[in-house]
């Protein structure tokens, strides 16, 4: 063997020693990419022209249509929805007259189903997009309440959704 080949064959060994054959011989490559979705839940509430200046709350009502919502969650394990009212803190509604204090109780429907104790009424354990529910109250007729003539008996139910 000539002096610059055994030279030549000593630095390829050197070489092969300190990078593997695979990293400089392959003729392909590949990279893995990957990435996630998250758990996006949104609720949309319409009022409709039945939540809004009621002339006479005295007289009672039964099924009054007062918003739609709309339902949107992604989570594949489902979600949750619930309603509260500000002034009765559960699942009713209370209407609370800002200037005398009277109040005037209703119930509250979700998609014609009355909403149970603690609010939740919508319970799935599936994704959901754009599912509209229709929100109805109801209350009796209550001559006893004071009069208002500037639509001073109010509530604000809050509508929750969460992923599971």
Known sequence: MHYRSFKYALTMAFVAAFYPVSTW?????????NGQV???CAVVVAPE???S??????????????????????DPDG???????????NHTGLFKDSVSND????TIKYNNVNAPIGGVVTNTSAPAHNVSRSVKISYVANPALTPSAGFTYAETLTFT????
């Not at 011989?25 to 990419?33: D, K, P, Q, R």
């Not at 200046?53 to 992604?74: H, K, M, P, Q, W």
């Not at 959704?161 to 599971?164: Q, V, Y």
């Open 25 to 33: 011989s392959a003729t392909t490559g590949t990279v893995t990419v």
């Open 38 to 40: 998250p758990a996006v």
């Open 103 to 106: 109040t005037q109780p209703f």
């Open 53 to 74: 200046n009621i002339t006479d709350i005295s007289a009672g009502d039964t099924d009054r249509l007062i918003a739609t919502v709309t339902e949107n969650c992604n």
């Open 79 to 89: 979600y949750t929805m619930t309603v509260v009212g500000t002034n009765s803190t």
């Open 161 to 164: 959704i969460a992923a599971k």
């Open 49 to 51: 022209s039945g939540a």
